[in-house]
């Protein structure tokens, strides 16, 4: 597709259970980001991948998230043991360059029960 | 430390009023600056970036170096325009913080 394509779109689950988010940026798009987007709130920076350097984690707020990124394509945003304050949307946007335009997919919605 | 800020959570205004929204940002270096918008529904989109120096939608935004600043302006605002907008300082390489947002409200 011509976009950034995110799924699932909504996800359920209890708490406790592990979750996978997947992204499929723009091809050729060699930065990647994952944000997090609370119900009212802003945009919470998670995780950048930039080619092949090491990736900035410096938003993941514990243990229990990580984010893994095949080459310059998909990426997998996973939540461990997930809790009631990790339901938000997850908002996945790829770049071109080192700095430019981002473009964002449609988010995933996480609900934990 | 990067830091950026955008002091009104929300922003009301009659239709046709004027418009805008403050962004402070303290980084070091000279990051290229953007403002993003989400309309309801819609994907987060790029507005409109400092280096291009164009007008989108009747929108502007003036870098303020001296005040680190980027506000972005807009004289006749329309309903049209209620939407959440976001500030985002860009260093080259780095991730790209957004500031927490406004959300704008325009009302007839």
């Known amino acids: 597709g011509a976009g950034v394509s995110q799924s699932p779109s909504n996800k359920v689950t209890e708490k406790g259970k592990d979750v996978e988010l997947r992204c499929d940026p723009i091809?050729?798009?060699?930065?990647l980001y994952w944000y997090r987007q609370r119900l009212g709130q802003g945009l919470e920076f998670l995780i950048y991948?930039?080619?092949?350097?090491?990736?900035?984690k410096s938003g993941l707020p514990s243990d229990r998230f990580s984010a893994e990124r095949t080459g310059e394509s998909v990426s997998t945003l996973t939540i461990q043991r997930t809790q009631q304050e990790d339901s938000a949307v997850y908002l996945c946007?790829?770049?071109?360059?080192?700095?430019?335009?981002?473009?964002f997919g449609e988010g995933s919605r996480l609900t934990v029960l | 430390a990067q830091r950026v800020t955008q002091p009104e959570k929300l922003l009301s205004v009659f239709k046709g009023a004027p418009v805008e929204l403050k962004c402070n940002y303290s980084?070091?270096?000279?990051?290229?600056l953007f403002w993003y918008v989400q309309y309801s529904r819609q994907r987060l989109q790029l507005l409109l970036r400092?280096?291009s120096r164009e007008s989108i939608k009747g929108f502007t935004a003036d870098l303020n170096k001296g005040e680190t600043s980027f506000h972005l302006k807009k004289p006749f605002a329309q309903e049209e325009d209620s939407a959440m907008y976001y500030c985002?300082?860009?260093?080259?390489?780095?991730?790209?913080?957004f500031g927490k947002g406004t959300t704008l409200s325009v009302s007839s």
């Open positions: 946007a790829s770049s071109l360059a080192w700095v430019g335009e981002l473009f």
């Open positions: 091809s050729g798009h060699t930065a």
């Open positions: 991948f930039q080619g092949n350097s090491a990736p900035d």
């Open positions: 980084y070091s270096g000279s990051p290229e």
């Open positions: 400092h280096i």
């Open positions: 985002a300082p860009h260093q080259a390489g780095t991730a790209l913080i």
